[in-house]
């Protein structure tokens, strides 16, 4: 996910030769390291999702608080202030109100959270810093917990635990897929520019596997019928949703991450930070899936009401 000077190769980080600190990837990643601790997330997800929903929701808020203050941190490089503790306020709260009242409930969150952050900055003084703080204030609130936010309504909806679980499995479908096609075949650069390692060969390993984990899911978390029919609707059948879910989560998870590539480049960073070690911080980690997660709520809400054929 770092920009560097180095060969087109997958949609993520590629292995290279061993180095004295153990395997790493091209992008400077331990490899095994950076399996073990996304088993690890993946099975700390896994059991807030097993038996009730609510820890799951505390999941999402620690993660928001970590984002949160990874930004805060990268923005004090370019001079630029953010209220840290309003936005942490607001960002758990739009957590907690999008599980509580659905989505009304986070949009409120979100507007009262833009409007306590700009107060805050601004009694500190006004003046264009001011401005600039307010405005990276913003998107920070937007980027991280008001995207969050959506992973928590997806939680709220019929089946809210499997759905979840499903988005989770599509964006490791996407990161698995393209690591495994960039390094057998990636030659071709995606955006040498920004993230020179992602490749158009990358990508649509990303495609392939987000596709086949979408139709499975599809069918067995919405039980809906494989192929379509007449009187369903639009997403009403596996093989219509999983390949809308296919080739939409690889595309927002490749904008998500070239995004925070881009972000990175501009502050000189090569990580947002180093909590999670093989990945860098909770940003590196989840850039793809912030993005990701709106469209998927919305073609899953989609699915479930939307006009017939």
């Keep these: 996910m770092t920009a560097t000077s180095e060969p087109a190769g997958p949609a993520s980080s590629e292995p290279a030769m061993p180095g004295p600190s153990g395997p790493a990837s ?3 990643r331990n490899l ?12 700390a997800v896994g059991a807030s999702l097993w038996f009730r929903p609510e820890p799951f929701v505390g999941v999402v808020a620690v993660a928001v608080t970590a984002g949160l203050w990874e930004l805060r941190s990268a923005f004090a490089r370019r001079g630029i202030a953010l209220p840290i503790w309003p936005l942490i306020v607001g960002g758990i ?9 659905g989505p009304e409930a986070l949009l409120i969150a979100y507007v ?15 003046g264009p810093q001011a401005l600039r703080d307010v405005a990276a204030s913003i998107f920070a609130a937007t980027y991280v917990p008001f995207l969050a936010g959506f992973v928590v ?16 499995l599509l964006g490791v479908a996407n990161d698995t897929g393209g690591y495994i096609a960039g390094v ?6 995606l955006a040498p520019t920004v993230s020179p390692k992602k490749s158009w060969e990358g990508l649509a390993g990303s495609v392939v596997l987000t596709t086949l984990v979408g139709l499975v899911g599809s069918h067995l978390v919405m039980n809906l019928p494989f192929l379509p029919s007449s009187g369903q609707p639009l997403l009403g059948s596996s093989l219509v949703l999983g390949l809308a879910l296919g080739l939409m989560t690889a595309i927002t998870a490749t904008v998500g991450d070239l995004a925070e590539s881009l972000l990175k480049r501009d502050l000189d960073l090569k990580d947002m930070g180093s909590l999670l070690p093989g990945h ?4 590196d980690r989840v850039d793809s899936l912030l993005v990701t997660a ?5 073609v899953l809400s989609v699915a479930a009401s939307g006009p017939a054929l």
């Design 26 to 28: 091209r992008a400077g």
């Design 32 to 43: 095994p390291v950076a399996i073990a601790v996304g088993l690890v997330l993946l099975v």
């Design 93 to 101: 709260g739009m957590a907690v109100s999008a599980y509580l009242g």
């Design 112 to 126: 009262l959270t833009l409007a306590a952050v700009a107060l805050w900055r601004v009694l500190d003084g006004p």
């Design 153 to 168: 309504l997806l939680l709220g909806q019929q089946d809210g635990r499997w759905r979840v679980a499903l988005f989770v």
């Design 184 to 189: 057998l075949f990636g030659r071709h650069p």
């Design 280 to 283: 860098g911080g909770v940003l």
């Design 294 to 298: 709106p469209f998927v709520y919305l």
